[in-house]
């Protein structure tokens, strides 16, 4: 009844099932693909095991845990009960710390000297690698000690980012208390807070030298604007420019020798160079608008200035030995105040938007700008000198206060300061 | 002869039927197995993804993409170190997102074992 060879219906049935069963036991050795943007890590934690023995100097991790805390960059993790703590001697169970979640572990130890210095040593460990990330034996006196957490905090926050940190610099601010003004200047954390001039009249622009030892300023003491150079380490000082009329808004060339400074004398306010000790005074801008607020990029070649010859207040950048200027700012009808960014890549100024004062940022390649703030009146932007934060002056509830905003806006700090209304800040320089 | 014939074309058309359901079954059984994958690729995106530091991405220009692939034990755990198979170009992202993808293991597993796959491709890029 059935023909000797199986109708060509079973076999194609029979071609099915086999075709199916090679699909159901798909190769499970095939390679799954999965892409991956963005990033969703805020802050790095991090295990800061207190320092063995810190108890005789005060306390080094404390400090450290702060630093890099208020970098908006890390999270300090708690450390739990533990029978012995590791020491910088010891290798740590990185499987153990990687469960507690920690990125990185710092162990270190104080120990007194017989000549009653101190001896600070550390460790940093990359937990996600398993590896050791070195570290360094300072021998210091009590008054050091500070410094000393700074540097161990600049170095956990390089080798963990990549990029310099900053907790060894200083800045300078304004403060006005009563009657009197201050120029202050202060540990980037705020501490150590020395006031370099105290005056009945209005200190304004305070600018650091690029070497960090001095500090120009405009000062009415003599009841108009003159502007100074001041040295910190022995708080001499010399007169930069007091000439007739108003002097003001000093900026240092990167090389330290000229310093670009706005200046009435010949009639309206137009920009000047001059040595810092006062000699040699040229004359850069030539226009019968308000020129002022230079800046010089880092690599030295322009001049970034504020100036209305358009109508309304923007930002130009001319050469920095003179020559036609070009408008930089295009957005909004009110931009003052440039900061080129350490890097030189990009501008922080303040621009005036739907009323609002605020800072915002200049992409120098592309044009683009973003605002990174959403207060109501910011002035004075500075940047860290690792171009990561922009501290600036702000009002809250009518009193000046210091903030600091991060590059790309994400991470915002308010800065405790001592008290009183604080203006005009200025980041200092690595000192190195 | 004719009867034949009727019962002929009743077979070929059982049998397109079966082949049609064979058909619909395979691609649900695809479907649901596409499903599985997405969703387990989902977890291991959102895992890698939240060990990745916001300030590794913010230094990067442009929207280089990073290739690595990583072999994975049935736990989920990363066997050995993920295996760069294309740089973006910057040392600064590839470390961080080489990084993230330690610091996700043991990285999760998918619901049924069976759509356990043994090799990753991980493509990393900065931006959406």
């Known amino acids: 009844m059935f023909a000797a060879r199986s109708p060509a219906w079973v076999r194609r049935l029979a071609g099915v099932c086999l075709l199916l069963a090679m699909a159901v036991s798909a190769p499970a050795g095939a390679q799954l693909s999965i892409e991956i943007t963005g990033a969703g890590l805020q802050r790095i934690p991090v295990a800061i095991v207190p320092f063995a023995g810190e108890a005789a100097i005060g306390g080094v991790t404390q400090i450290i845990r702060a630093d890099l805390e208020r970098s908006g960059q890390f999270r300090a993790l708690e450390i739990p009960p533990l029978p012995t703590l590791p020491t910088e001697n010891s290798t740590p169970n990185y499987p153990e710390w990687r469960a507690r979640l920690a990125d990185a572990l710092l162990v270190g130890s104080v120990a007194a000297r017989p000549d009653g210095r101190y001896e600070v040593r550390f460790k940093l460990h990359d937990v996600v690698q398993q590896r050791d990330l070195s570290g360094i034996a300072y021998t210091l006196s009590k008054e050091q000690i500070r410094a000393t957490a700074h540097r161990i905090a600049d170095y956990v926050y390089e080798k963990l980012t990549g990029e310099r940190g900053v907790f060894s610099t200083r800045i300078a601010y304004v403060v006005k208390r009563g009657n009197r003004y201050e120029l202050q200047i202060a540990d980037a954390d705020g501490a150590g807070e020395e006031t370099a001039l105290a005056s009945f009249e209005p200190i304004i622009s305070p600018a650091w030298s690029p070497d960090g030892r001095r500090v120009a300023y405009v000062s009415f003491e003599s009841k108009r604007p003159v502007v100074y150079v001041h040295s910190l380490q022995d708080g001499k000082r010399s007169v930069v420019a007091n000439f007739r009329g108003s002097n003001s808004a000093p900026a240092w060339s990167p090389d330290g020798k000229r310093i670009a400074v706005t200046l009435s004398r010949e009639g309206g306010s137009q920009i000047f160079l001059v040595n810092p000790d006062g000699s040699n005074l040229r004359r850069l801008t030539t226009s019968t608008a308000i020129d002022t607020e230079p800046r010089f990029s880092p690599d030295g070649r322009w001049l970034y200035f504020t100036s209305d010859r358009g109508g309304s207040p923007q930002i130009y950048r001319m050469p920095a030995n003179g020559g036609p200027a070009q408008r930089v700012t295009f957005e909004g009808s009110y931009n003052v105040s440039p900061r080129p960014s350490p890097d030189g890549k990009s501008l922080a100024y303040i621009t005036r938007n739907e009323g609002k004062f605020q800072v915002a940022l200049l992409d120098l390649a592309n044009n683009q700008v973003q605002i990174v703030t959403d207060s109501d009146r910011d002035e004075s932007p500075s940047f860290a000198p690792n171009g990561r934060m922009i501290l600036f002056a702000t009002v809250i509830g009518e009193r000046g206060v210091l903030s600091a905003v991060s590059s790309d806006g994400r991470i915002r700090q308010r800065l405790t300061t001592s008290g009183g209304d604080v203006r005009e800040p200025a980041w200092g320089p690595f000192i190195e | ?128």
């Open chain 2, 1 to 128: 002869m004719q009867q034949q014939l009727a019962q002929e074309q009743q077979r070929i058309r059982d049998q397109m039927i079966r082949e049609q359901a064979e058909r619909e079954r395979l691609a649900l059984a695809q479907a649901a197995r596409d499903r599985a994958l997405a969703e387990w690729s989902s977890r291991i995106r959102a895992k890698i993804r939240g060990n990745i530091p916001s300030q590794a991405v913010q230094a990067v220009k442009g929207n280089p993409e990073a290739i690595f692939v990583v072999t994975l034990l049935p736990t989920g755990e990363v066997l050995g170190n993920p295996r760069m198979v294309k740089s973006s170009g910057n040392k600064g992202y590839d470390d961080a997102v080489y990084r993230a993808i330690l610091r996700s293991s043991p990285l999760p597993k998918p619901e049924n074992p069976a759509d356990f796959r043994r090799e990753l491709e991980l493509r990393f890029r900065p931006q959406d």
